[in-house]
DNA sequence: GGGGGAATTATACAAGTGTATAATTATACG
DNA sequence: CGTATAATTATACACTTGTATAATTCCCCC
């Protein structure tokens, strides 16, 4: 090893994952994240072979971090749909918490950008794969009804994020006078709203017990 | 008018709308459509002058086609939640049946492609501004809490278009067994389907009633 | 029927991208 | 001290993008 290294890819995946948030994967460019990091352009073919590979360390990388931020509470004493509640609103916090990023890439993967959408299947058990278990659960005890998972994953996931969606835009194109602003926050980002959607989201869904006609199977 | 146009301008337009589900605005390119217009790239400059005054007259044009396809329901004698209720299911029917354009110009906005962003303020008022009314008067009636609108919106939103994304993406990039796909529709896309979603919505809402601490108003 | 001029084409340009490779640097080791 | 060699740089290539302009086509109209 005559020369030793500088940690050149290191400092590439850091400059990197700075400027993801505010870029995303599709309109990051090598050249930018070179600059960024001070470092010369063709360190990307040396250490990575081509922008794919970059990208994938760098989404795995990005993955780790941040799902090392989202704590796993398990109450066993606790009711199902009580133990499905708790784990929502840590997953609602720490979608919040990491909106930007999460929406950049919640962008690249609607627009087709096949490594991103690698990404989140490949650390969706991680995510999504937590909080299935405990709504079976729940439909177990009869808490929620029998309706397909899809269904109840997507009806949960957007009554949680799509206010941050609504909100994030409002306020990135001006869209929001600035006295409503402060108010728009703690409207929709603070934790007491995030609380307060799940809650609404659960009793919605307890509506519509007993068992609904809409299931996975196909009509017969 | 020495020679009588060809309407190069429209048949422009006309390949770009073809193109524009499948490709979103960001990757759209002015040889693809030109291309796919049998025309010459120069038009776009003799016509349009640049590809952002384009992209504004596309996305107008497209707009104003589908917004003709959504009905625009009123009975003034059902109670203001009713009245809700039905325009929300009109509106979640149009939204799955234009799902591919929607999530493309959804994921562009998310980008932060401004001539989409533009696109979707101006015309908002033709989908959410129908809504937000009625909302109102059902806040009024004591039907729906009362609670911060964006909270309102980007919950009811969420909880009918999400588990579109859901399942676009799921099938999309085959993530789900082509034997449950049938199902997943069913399950998903579905009239029953959303208005399923519809009801756990409004239901959880009402669930927030009597009024909840969480208005637009900032903490005192 | 032949100018005139708008509509259309062919073509070139500058800027940006990812990729690749030769040249240079810098250090551990003989 | 000098050399082998991995790490880094400088640079060029091929391609795509949007933009611009000169050249050509074609039809109305005098």
Redesign the pocket.
């Given at each position: 090893?005559?020369?030793?290294?500088?940690?050149?890819?290191e400092k590439l995946l850091a400059a990197a994952r700075e400027l993801l948030p505010t870029t995303g994967c599709h309109k990051?460019?090598?050249?930018?994240v070179a600059s960024h990091a001070?470092?010369?352009?063709?360190?990307?073919?040396?250490?990575f072979?081509?922008?794919?590979a970059?990208l994938e360390t760098l989404i795995s990388r990005t993955y780790d971090e941040i799902l090392a931020r989202l704590e796993h509470t398990s109450q066993p004493d606790a009711s199902p749909l009580e133990n499905l509640r708790t784990a929502l609103n840590a997953l609602g916090r720490w979608a919040r918490d990491h909106r930007e990023l999460l929406m950049r890439l919640a962008a690249d993967a609607m627009a087709g950008e096949q490594v991103v959408v690698n990404g989140f299947v490949k650390n969706q058990p991680r995510i999504i794969g937590t909080m299935v278990p405990r709504m079976m659960a729940a439909q177990a005890a009869g808490q929620l009804p029998a309706i397909a998972v899809p269904q109840l994953i997507g009806f949960i996931a957007g009554s949680i994020t799509m206010p941050f969606v609504v909100g994030t835009v409002m306020s990135k194109f001006d869209l929001v006078p600035a006295p409503l602003l402060e108010g728009l926050e703690n409207a929709v980002f603070s934790d007491e709203a995030i609380s307060q959607r799940i809650d609404m989201a659960l009793a919605g869904l307890q509506s519509a017990l007993p068992p609904a006609a809409i299931t996975n199977q196909k009509p017969t």
């Open positions: 090893m005559p020369r030793p290294s500088s940690h050149v890819d990051l460019s090598l050249r930018q001070g470092v010369n352009l063709g360190m990307f073919h040396y250490h072979g081509n922008k794919e970059f």
